[in-house]
């Protein structure tokens, strides 16, 4: 089996916010870096938040440290933080020491 990249954005709401405006977390998945730039940029956009990041700075950080972050705020109260991670499709079974059945002779 071929392992394969899917990032996954996770976007975790702080708890900062009143009960009534807080929200579960969102994690959406996809299989090309690019389309998930996209999407995050497009989302922030449309909320009318400042997208403060790009391609660039979002694959130097996964190739780092395998994980990308930025927190959002406003006067310094923390709405939301934004996450990228790199997992892997079809990861690697481990074997583990185990006697064969023994066979009738």
Do not use: C
């Amino acid at each position: 089996m071929q392992q394969q990249p899917i990032y996954e954005l996770n976007i975790q709401p702080y708890p900062a916010l009143a009960e009534q405006r807080r929200r579960p977390p969102s994690v959406v998945y996809f299989s090309n870096l690019t389309k998930t730039v996209e999407f995050l940029l497009t989302t922030l956009q449309i909320h009318g938040w400042d997208a403060q990041l790009s391609y660039s700075t979002i694959y130097r950080n996964l190739q780092i440290r395998d994980k990308f972050w930025q927190d959002y705020e406003v006067r310094g109260v923390k709405f939301f933080r934004v996450t990228i991670s790199k997992q892997l499709l079809n990861p690697v079974l481990p074997t583990v020491e185990m006697e064969d059945y023994p066979r009738k002779r």
